[in-house]
């Protein structure tokens, strides 16, 4: 029961333009989305976050959607750098009645080609 | 500000030896989680801390691990004996309390059973 979906284990994108990346979900208790980027060999580093109640986040070139009736985010990285290619996770949470634990999706490589 | 600590980086065992992986939090977080990743797979709880108490162990198999966290600062996890499926990276992260929603990552530990 995966709850929690990254239907696309990779994606390649020219340097400059958009990288979109995809995530779904079924439990509609949660209430609390994330974004984390992993390089090889490190831990997962969070990039940025979404609450149920905001249907869009942004910090710099990075903007999180939120489509709750769809259950769906997604992740813009515009525009897209080189050393954005690492392999990116999308989290969801529910204070409600999981305690805040973090289910995670399978991830999607980006490579992002110059 | 220091970050999530984790050691050794990478372990090699053979089967049955047993092994433990030592978690520092980041200054000041009350929360810390353990997580296992497997190949190709986004991370899943294995056990949350809220203090030096065990709020959430539900997925600790507890037959062959144990995890503690004395004074409740680091935390230690224990594989006793260590099967060849418990091959993965585990890792450790912090939050600054329940409900608070971000959780930082430690850069893991590999483990190899042969």
């Known amino acids: 029961d995966q709850q929690v979906k990254q239907n696309s284990p990779s994606l390649s994108v020219q340097e400059g333009r958009i990288s979109i990346l995809n995530c779904d979900y079924t439990?509609?208790?949660?209430?609390?989305f994330l974004w984390y980027k992993k390089y090889p060999a490190e831990g997962p580093t969070f990039l940025i976050s979404?609450?149920?109640?905001?249907d869009k986040n942004e910090d710099g070139r990075f903007t999180v959607f939120l489509n709750k009736s769809a259950k769906h985010l997604s992740l813009h990285i515009v525009p897209s750098q080189p050393g954005d290619s690492a392999v990116y996770f999308c989290?969801?949470?529910?204070?409600?009645?999981?305690?805040?634990?973090?289910?995670f999706g399978q991830g999607t490589e980006l490579s992002v080609k110059p | 500000e220091a970050g999530v600590v984790q050691s050794p980086r990478y372990k090699i065992i053979e089967k049955k030896q047993p092994v433990a992986f030592w978690c520092n939090p980041i200054?000041?977080?009350?929360?810390l989680y353990w997580y296992r990743q497997n190949l190709g797979q986004g991370p899943e709880l294995l056990i949350r801390?809220?203090?030096?108490?065990?709020?959430?162990d539900s997925q600790l198999p507890k037959d062959r691990f144990s995890a503690e966290r004395l004074k409740g600062v680091d935390s230690t996890l224990k594989i006793q004996p260590a099967e060849l499926g418990d091959s993965a990276v585990y890792l450790c992260?912090?939050?600054?309390?329940?409900?608070?929603?971000?959780?930082?990552f430690g850069p893991g530990t590999r483990l190899t059973v042969l």
């Open positions: 992260a912090s939050s600054l309390a329940s409900g608070g929603r971000t959780q930082y």
């Open positions: 439990n509609s208790m949660f209430d609390y």
């Open positions: 979404i609450s149920s109640i905001k």
């Open positions: 989290a969801a949470s529910s204070n409600y009645n999981q305690g805040g634990k973090l289910i």
């Open positions: 200054s000041g977080h009350n929360t």
């Open positions: 801390y809220e203090n030096e108490e065990a709020v959430d």
